[in-house]
């Protein structure tokens, strides 16, 4: 039997500019795919609700569904497992001699814990991993960990100017190895645990995930659209699909990699037009590469009540209010408009985000950590360290150096001034 490369997808669903599966096709004629759907993550927290609810799990299915299409056509299976990595994975590399496993590198405190049981699973098979979700690489950066900035204008300062973002990488073999029966499926809603649902009519996130679907929405937001050219005008709209690019779920799930976002704003730029706007976008994917190098460098301290800064507040856990909150029903209009978005469609604005977080944890005092676990829960484009980051940066724990607090009836009347977001969503007049 030849030997076999196993690529193991985690967040990194996509075949362009895949590291893990371009390394593999370097090495082995004979690859195979593999994706965990881990039961945990649709167990019920200890807050009351489920860590991963329906509308980020229908957007993994999808993302899961295209990537298994698209290895397809490069001839190579997929396979889709409802269980934990250690209890699968060890399986499918005895039964297709793999030797080698190709994956991306995670660092928060579940990934880790999985990836070493494996290895302690596996001590005969070789461990390759990458890091493969940033737009500037940690071996791209002209100081240590210890040293990064904790300010994000020092750390954009710095990788402006002393960092290059590297090329994408592509595959193009078709691999002529022999035909492997894969029996695996891909799990539904209800396999999961979950109600299925239909798409809101108002949702300003209609779309599907997948790799095509990423590519699609690119092609639409800048060269169909030409909507790359007034970002920082609309990206702090509240209704509709194209107030802003709404890259972030597929960014999540890997389906696109920062790089080829980047390497596609300087092409509009050489070919369309180069302005605030088209900087902008860059501006905000480097903000993501900036939460994930705050948590790579602190670690834990992201989940802990006191934050990266160790701060000894006092933080409230009242149940009514908790639940007030999440169902927007607080009695503040615009922080239960932007929650009962979410609650029916998995998304919110970034404005609204920061407003609904500073209301629970500035005006209610509640413990910001159950506020970023119900974002978890709920949120199609949830990402770790960018949820982790921004709840700790505007919780007073985190990295805003001005501890700011919003003011949400003034947010409303300067960013729904008639009231036209907030009656969608309270569907009642206001006044």
Same mark, same amino acid.
């Given at each position: 039997?030849d ?5 193991? +997808? @985690?967040?990194?669903l996509r #075949? =362009?500019?895949?590291?893990? *599966? ?6 082995? %004629? ?13 167990k019920?927290?200890e ?7 329906? +509308? @980020?799990?229908?957007?993994? #299915? =999808?993302?899961?569904?295209? *990537? ?5 056509k490069? %001839? ?6 409802l269980?934990?990595?250690?209890k ?7 039964l ?26 596996l ?5 390759t991993?990458h ?7 940690p ?10 900035p ?7 300062k ?12 592509s ?13 695996t ?13 239909e ?11 997948g790799e ?8 639409s937001?800048?060269?169909e ?15 509709g ?11 999540a ?5 920062a ?5 596609e ?9 180069k302005?605030?706007s ?10 993501r ?16 009540l ?8 006092e ?8 639940k007030?909150?999440?169902e ?5 209009y ?7 978005e ?21 005006d ?21 360290h ?14 805003d ?9 003034l ?19 206001l006044?």
């Amino acid at each position: 039997m030849d030997k076999t490369g196993l690529v193991w +997808f @985690r967040n990194d669903l996509r #075949i =362009e500019d895949q590291k893990s *599966l371009f390394k593999a096709s370097q090495k082995y %004629n004979s690859i195979i795919g593999v994706f965990c759907f881990d039961s945990n993550w649709f167990k019920e927290t200890e807050y009351g609700f489920k860590k991963t609810e329906k +509308f @980020r799990a229908q957007f993994l #299915i =999808e993302s899961v569904q295209e *990537l298994k299409n698209n290895l397809s056509k490069l %001839n190579i299976p997929l396979f889709v497992y409802l269980e934990h990595p250690v209890k699968a994975i060890p399986k499918l590399c005895e039964l297709h001699n793999c030797v080698e496993i190709f994956y991306q590198k995670e660092w928060t405190q579940e990934e880790s814990d999985t990836e070493l049981h494996l290895i302690n699973k596996l001590p005969n098979v070789t461990f390759t991993s990458h890091y493969d979700q940033f737009l500037f690489e940690p071996n791209q950066l002209p100081v240590g960990m210890e040293s990064l900035p904790e300010v994000f204008t020092e750390f954009r300062k710095i990788v402006q100017k002393k960092c290059k973002v590297n090329p994408c990488t592509s595959i193009d073999a078709f691999y002529t190895q022999t035909p492997i029966i894969n029996p695996t499926k891909i799990p539904s809603l209800i396999d999961l645990g979950l109600d299925s649902f239909e798409v809101h009519s108002h949702s300003a996130f209609p779309f599907q995930g997948g790799e095509n679907q990423a590519q699609k929405r690119m092609q639409s937001y800048f060269w169909e659209s030409n909507k790359l050219s007034v970002y920082k005008k609309t990206r702090n709209g509240l209704l509709g699909t194209n107030y802003s690019s709404k890259f972030s779920s597929w960014l999540a799930n890997g389906c696109i990699s920062a790089k080829a976002i980047y390497h596609e704003i300087k092409k509009y730029e050489k070919e369309v037009t180069k302005n605030d706007s088209t900087y902008w976008l860059i501006f905000e994917l480097i903000w993501r590469d900036y939460f994930k190098y705050i948590s790579l460098k602190h670690q834990n301290n992201i989940f802990k009540l006191g934050g990266i800064k160790s701060r000894d507040y006092e933080w409230k856990n009242n149940a009514k209010y908790i639940k007030a909150w999440m169902e927007g029903n607080t009695g503040k209009y615009f922080v239960d408009a932007n929650m009962r978005e979410l609650h029916e469609t998995g998304w919110m604005s970034n404005r609204g985000r920061q407003n609904v977080a500073s209301f629970f944890a500035k005006d209610w005092k509640l413990d910001w950590r159950i506020g970023a676990a119900y974002f978890e829960s709920m949120l199609i484009d949830y990402d770790v360290h960018s949820n982790y980051g921004n709840w700790m940066y505007v919780s007073g724990v985190g990295n805003d150096p001005r501890d700011r607090k919003f003011n949400v009836e003034l947010q409303a009347e300067r960013y729904d001034p008639k009231n036209k977001f907030q009656q969608t969503w309270l569907q009642k007049t206001l006044f």
